[in-house]
């Protein structure tokens, strides 16, 4: 989106049925209507752009029962994280409040 008075643009990626919100398409602070350079489907995007983030990509078929799961429950859409995160806190992080849990 662009707004044609300050130049500035912007990059929306919209659910099905967002584009119709006129709100999403107006500058909140001056109410100017933003104009609309370039649509395109998020999957389109990734296919063309996904090397520009030095990721793979697999396309898994929803003719199977375990693509059809996967577009199923994932909306078609998924990914793997590149390393491994540590989702426990560190014991510093970690608040003692003089209680003890069983």
Not at 72 to 89: E, Q, S, T, V, W
Request: with cysteine.
């Amino acid at each position: 989106l662009a707004n044609k008075q300050t130049q500035e643009e912007k990059v929306l990626v919209l659910r099905p049925g967002e584009e119709k919100k006129a709100s999403l398409f107006q500058d909140p602070e001056t109410g100017v209507e933003l104009e609309v350079i370039e649509k395109e489907p998020l999957v389109d995007w990734l296919s063309e752009h996904y090397k520009d983030f030095c990721a793979s990509l697999e396309v898994i078929t929803d003719k199977s029962h375990e693509g059809s799961q996967f577009c199923k429950g994932f909306g078609g859409i998924g990914g793997f994280l590149r390393y491994k995160l540590d989702f426990m806190p560190d014991e510093d992080e970690i608040e003692d409040d003089g209680e003890d849990w069983i």
